[in-house]
T-cell receptor
């Protein structure tokens, strides 16, 4: 158990809908990263937050957004869902030290868009 | 940007044999190289990592080697066991607190 929690574990929804995925980092970690894992694209970085502020963006669609709250949990919002958005979504957190490289992943949310 | 290639995509070994997975990276500025193990239905688990100021690192049956000149790094698993069966991912990043760029993964099957 990495200490990173994600809810829900599974999510099934229809095209055009909007969903919110939730992540709580390990106790004391300030950085949260979101990654998408699909069969054809592998693990791809979406977005990073550090202590409430957006720090970096990767291959994140405009239909997707995220935020990190004062208690450091993060939410990933996916809207106008398409079939191709079906994937596993992971968050990871990183120790607060500026020199820390390690990232610890949560169990993921499996999103199925029908 | 950084690109990480991983080989082989599948690897089958007998219990007790060694397994080697190789990765190459493109950005010479990358200096952190972790390996993750992902079991079915679970998130990636960090199993070992190496920084560019080190050539080799061992942790019991697993080891990672890094060749900065050639820009490649490898995962070595000795005395494989059935519970080593999983998908293994290599990754690279350029500095602390930045995103990881992952390889496509290697599915390791260990048969008893």
């Amino acid at each position: 158990d990495s200490g990173v929690t994600q809810t829900p574990k599974h999510l099934i929804t229809a095209t055009g809908q909007r969903v919110t995925l939730r992540c709580s980092p390990r106790s004391g970690d300030l950085s949260v990263y979101w990654y998408q894992q699909s069969l054809d694209q592998g693990l791809q970085f979406l977005i990073q937050y550090y202590n409430g502020e957006e720090r970096a963006k990767g291959n994140i669609l405009e239909r997707f957004s995220a935020q990190q709250f004062p208690d450091l949990h993060s939410e990933l919002n996916l809207s106008s869902l398409e079939l191709g958005d079906s994937a596993l979504y992971f968050c990871a957190s990183s120790p607060r030290q500026a020199s820390a490289y390690e990232q610890y992943f949560g169990p993921g949310t499996r999103l199925t868009v029908t | 940007g950084e690109n990480v290639e991983q080989h082989p995509s599948t690897l089958s070994v007998q219990e007790g044999d060694s397994a080697v997975i190789k990765c190459t990276y493109s950005d010479s500025a990358s200096n952190y190289f972790p390996w993750y193990k992902q079991e079915l239905g679970k998130g990636p688990q960090l199993i070992i990592d190496i920084r560019s100021n080190v050539g080799e690192k061992k942790d019991q049956r697993i080891a990672v080697t890094l060749n900065k000149t050639a820009k490649h790094f490898s995962l070595h698993i000795t005395e494989t066991q059935p519970e080593d069966s999983a998908v293994y991912f290599c990754a690279a990043s350029g500095q602390a607190g930045t995103a990881l760029i992952f390889g496509k993964g290697t599915t390791l099957s260990v048969s008893s």
